[in-house]
């Protein structure tokens, strides 16, 4: 892949292939069948007892993201998956968030909302 993520926006891209992030959530949450709005889990930045990061639909981006309540970091799917996987690289998440979304067409997965 020539750095695809330079050259076009990945949000573009996401919606060109007729996907959201809501769909790119699901795949590395493995969510397919169930709700993301109110998910949570375990923080990506601290330990601790109970699940303090949420999944929430964002009317002002109008788009989901992720809040961590215990270290007061949140972001879109990009940062998601950059400092879930990348420790921040969002240059390979962006890499990463193509790659998924050719897997989910690729493997004719079901595209619904």
Known sequence: ??????????KDY????GLTEEHIFKKILNLQNKRLEGYREYSMFNEEKTPSQYIYWNDRFN???????S???EG???DYIAYKYFKGDKEKAKITII???EDI???KEEISQ
């Open 63 to 69: 788009e989901y993201r992720f809040k961590d309540f």
């Open 76 to 78: 879109d799917i990009i």
């Open 105 to 107: 067409i690729n493997n």
């Open 14 to 17: 996401i919606k060109s292939k």
């Open 1 to 10: 892949m020539n750095n695809i993520s330079s050259i076009i926006k990945v």
């Open 99 to 101: 790659k998924i979304c």
């Open 71 to 73: 270290s007061g970091h």
